[in-house]
């Protein structure tokens, strides 16, 4: 640094502005990558799930077991779909309950309501809301309808009272996917339809079980 002092007093001057700068730059540069790294904002999380929550499966089949056995529904198998899981997840759970397992899983639409673009689940127990509807039902007789083989409704709470007036079955749907997807599936009239393969194959049990199956539509 002695030269500095050999050099007239301008340059010196211009010298010391320069070797500030360059020192205030460097100190800026970590400044701004330290805040860089420390400031990054969290995605919010979706309103809705992903899958079915295992603790709130597990308590709503125990829930309705004990219904099963206090009212003479079957005691073996159940259906149960939370409808705070995505649509384009797996939210349909055919339920062992005498062994408290799940046996399979599926894809459920759920009614268009006042938009069928909206993802959100709207419920309704009224007649031509084309909503949804929570609660407890009992799957009654098979029959053949407009989308083919079909099993009626019946509402056990008052939420879901009007299910059979308002024609809500239990039917398949050929536009439901049989695999999980990113965006949305179709949506129904209020009515919980299921891919066609996957409605096959639980016919067997509705069919042979020798008291009425229990859904239950809950979020």
């Not at 049989?178 to 965006?183: G, L």
Request: hydrophobic share 40%.
């Amino acid at each position: 640094m002695l030269h500095l002092y050999l050099m007239p007093r301008k340059y010196s001057y211009i010298r010391y502005l320069l070797l500030l700068w360059l020192i205030t730059g460097v100190v800026a540069c970590k400044e701004k990558h330290t805040s860089s790294k420390s400031g990054i904002i969290p995605l919010s999380p979706p309103s809705y799930l992903l899958s079915p929550d295992t603790i709130k499966l597990r308590k709503q089949a125990r829930l309705l077991r004990e219904y099963a056995q206090a009212h003479g529904y079957n005691m073996q198998l159940a259906f149960l779909v939370d409808f705070s899981v995505f649509s384009g997840s797996k939210r349909f759970i055919c339920y062992d309950l005498e062994h408290q397992r799940v046996l399979s899983s599926a894809l459920v639409s759920h009614g268009q309501g006042p938009d069928f673009r909206a993802e959100k689940v709207v419920f309704s127990n009224v007649p031509g809301s084309r909503c949804s509807s929570l609660g407890k039902y009992r799957i009654g007789v098979r029959y053949s309808g407009q989308f083919g083989t079909a099993y009626k409704l019946h509402g056990l709470d008052s939420t879901n009272s009007n299910a059979f007036n308002r024609f809500v079955v239990l039917h398949s749907y050929r536009a439901v996917p049989a695999v999980a997807q990113e965006q949305g599936i179709c949506r129904s009239d209020g009515c919980p339809m299921l891919n066609p393969a996957y409605f096959a194959s639980l016919e067997p049990y509705i069919d042979r079980a020798n008291r009425p199956i229990l859904l239950w539509i809950y979020r």
